[in-house]
């Protein structure tokens, strides 16, 4: 038996009177899942846009660190210069 609590929360009784309560914060992209009375929760699920939305952050963050570590580091600063070259030459074959 599944209660509905809200739009964004609900309490499911499972088998062996294991109650717990899973939350949305976002209208269903990450569910949260907790024991009544209790504020610690964890992570039940991530829908796929919002764990893609988290990669394109990860992989944002990490091209900024790229560029403020070759701003010190000669080799990385090189390695990023030929990958905007090639970037440059593939733009220019492709036309949008």
């Not at 952050?57 to 210069?81: F, P």
Request: charge should be positive; charged fraction near 25%; glycine fraction near 4%.
């Amino acid at each position: 038996m599944v209660r509905l609590l809200s739009t964004q929360n609900n309490m499911a009784d499972l088998p062996g009177n294991d109650t717990r309560i899973f939350e949305s914060p976002d209208k269903g992209e990450t569910v949260y899942v907790r024991q009544p009375g209790s504020v610690e929760r964890t992570l039940h699920s991530v829908s796929e846009r919002q764990f893609d939305l988290h990669a394109s952050l990860m992989e944002s963050q990490l091209w900024g660190q790229i560029h403020r570590a070759a701003k010190t580091n000669v080799t990385l600063a090189d390695a990023l210069d030929k990958v905007k070259m090639i970037y440059a030459l593939i733009k220019k074959e492709k036309p949008n």
